[in-house]
C-alpha cells in the first residue's frame, strides 16, 4: 500500500526564524570572518593579538545549534503522513544543556568528545518525535561516529604526509599535473567516503518494531556522490573560465569595474551552483530514499520512493533558487517550504511489502 508525504509548513511561518537567523548568524559570521584575517596579519597591532575571534566563533557556534533546533521544530513537525502529523516533543532548555556541556567537552577534550556531541543531538531530535502516539530512537552510536572521524583525520595526516615527502623530495614536482590529479583523487575519495559513512551512521533510526536504515554498498554509494561531486568540479571550473571571460571585456578606467566584476560573479556563481545543486540533490534524493528500507517483521517490510520527474522539479528548484538569489534572500522561506512540499509530495512509503521466502 503506497502513502505518500505531505508538508504544511508555509513560508510566512519560516520567515521569522529566517530574519533571525541572518542577523543572529549570518551577521557574526562576517565579523568573525574579518577577526580572523586580523588573527592571521603578520603585522601584530600594538594592543596585541585581538581576541574578537574566538568570542565570534563561541556566539556563531552557539546561535547555529539553537537555529537547528528551531528549524527542526518547525520542518519536523511540518511532515503529514496519513493525514497524521509528525510530534515534536523538545524542550528548550534540555537542548541548550546538550549544546553547551558538548561544546565545553569538546573543547576540554580537543575534539575527541565530538562524536558523541553529535550523537546526543540527534538523538535528543529523533527521541523528541513521535507518530501516532509512538516515539521514534536513534540508535546511531558515538563510538562509531568517533571511528568515521578518526578514519577522516588519518586520511588527512597521510594526505599532509604524501605532501611534506613531496617536498622534501627535490625529485618529486608538487605542481605536475599528474601529481595534482593524485592528490585531488585522493582528497575527493576521502571525502565522498566521509559523507556516506556518516549519513550511513544517521539513518539508524527505530519506530516500534521496525529498524530503518539504508540498505546500499559501500563503493555503489560513493560513485554516486562521487559522480556529482565531480560534476561541481566541472561546473566550477566553467564558471571561473565564464567570470575571466565576462571580466576582461569590462571598461578598466571607471568605478563600474570591480562593481561590474561583483555582479558578474554573483549572476554567475548563482547560475552555476543552482544549475549543479537542483538536479544533484534531486539525483541523490533519489538514489537514497530508494534504498532507505526496514527490517522484516511478520515476513513484512516497508520501503520508501520517490517518482517525482527529474527534469521538470530541476526546473521548479532552478526557479526558486533564482528568486531567492533576486531578492537577496528575501524569498528564501518561500523558496525552501515550497521545495520540500514538492518534494515529499512525490516520496510514498510501501508499507506491508511480503518478504518472498519469509
Same mark, same amino acid.
Given at each position: 500500500m503506497r502513502s505518500y508525504f505531505n508538508f504544511t509548513l508555509k513560508g510566512i511561518q519560516?520567515?521569522?526564524?529566517w530574519i533571525a537567523f541572518f542577523f543572529f548568524f549570518l551577521i557574526p559570521v562576517?565579523?568573525?570572518l574579518g577577526a580572523f584575517n586580523d588573527l592571521i596579519a603578520t603585522d601584530v597591532p600594538a594592543e596585541g593579538t585581538p581576541k574578537h575571534f574566538f568570542l565570534y566563533l563561541i556566539l556563531v557556534l552557539l546561535m547555529s545549534f539553537i537555529f537547528i533546533f528551531f528549524i527542526a521544530k518547525l520542518v519536523i513537525g511540518s511532515i503529514e503522513y496519513k493525514g497524521i502529523k509528525i510530534k515534536c516533543d523538545y524542550d528548550i532548555l534540555k537542548y541548550l544543556g546538550i549544546v553547551i556541556s558538548g561544546l565545553v567537552l569538546s573543547i576540554i577534550t580537543f575534539g575527541i568528545y565530538f562524536p558523541w556531541f553529535i550523537r546526543n543531538i540527534i538523538r535528543f531530535l529523533v527521541d523528541g518525535t513521535s507518530y501516532h502516539s509512538h516515539s521514534f530512537s536513534f540508535k546511531g552510536e558515538g563510538g562509531r561516529l568517533f571511528v568515521i572521524m578518526t578514519q577522516t583525520i588519518f586520511g588527512s595526516f597521510l594526505i599532509l604526509g604524501i %605532501?611534506?615527502?613531496?617536498?622534501?623530495?627535490?625529485?618529486? @614536482?608538487?605542481?605536475?599535473?599528474?601529481?595534482?590529479?593524485?592528490?585531488?583523487?585522493?582528497?575527493?575519495?576521502?571525502?565522498v567516503s566521509i559523507l556516506y559513512l556518516t549519513f550511513n551512521w544517521m539513518v539508524n533510526i527505530q519506530y516500534k518494531e521496525l529498524l530503518i536504515k539504508l540498505d546500499t554498498g559501500f563503493f555503489h554509494a560513493i560513485w554516486k556522490i562521487a559522480v556529482e561531486l565531480v560534476t561541481a568540479i566541472i561546473l566550477v571550473f566553467i564558471f571561473s573560465r565564464l567570470t575571466s571571460f565576462f571580466i576582461s571585456y569590462l571598461p578598466e578606467d571607471n568605478s563600474f569595474t570591480m562593481a561590474g566584476q561583483i555582479a558578474i560573479e554573483?549572476?554567475?556563481?548563482v547560475t552555476t551552483l543552482s544549475i549543479y545543486f537542483a538536479m544533484a540533490f534531486i539525483r541523490l534524493y533519489?538514489?537514497?530514499?530508494?534504498?532507505?528500507?526496514?527490517?522484516? %517483521?511478520?515476513?513484512?517490510?516497508?520501503?520508501?520512493?520517490? @517518482?517525482?520527474?527529474?527534469?521538470?522539479?530541476?526546473k521548479f528548484m532552478w526557479k526558486q533558487i533564482l528568486l531567492t538569489a533576486i531578492t537577496f534572500g528575501i524569498y528564501y522561506p518561500w523558496a525552501?517550504?515550497?521545495?520540500?512540499?514538492?518534494?515529499?509530495?512525490?516520496?510514498?512509503?510501501?508499507?506491508d511489502i511480503a518478504v518472498v521466502g519469509k
Open positions: 519560516f520567515l521569522p526564524v562576517q565579523f568573525m %605532501v611534506l615527502f613531496s617536498i622534501l623530495d627535490p625529485r618529486i @614536482d608538487i605542481m605536475s599535473p599528474n601529481f595534482i590529479l593524485i592528490y585531488e583523487v585522493v582528497v575527493i575519495t576521502i571525502l554573483l549572476i554567475l556563481a533519489r538514489y537514497f530514499v530508494k534504498h532507505t528500507t526496514s527490517n522484516i %517483521v511478520d515476513s513484512k517490510k516497508i520501503e520508501m520512493e520517490y @517518482d517525482g520527474h527529474l527534469v521538470d522539479d530541476f525552501f517550504s515550497r521545495i520540500v512540499n514538492r518534494v515529499l509530495t512525490q516520496t510514498y512509503l510501501s508499507t
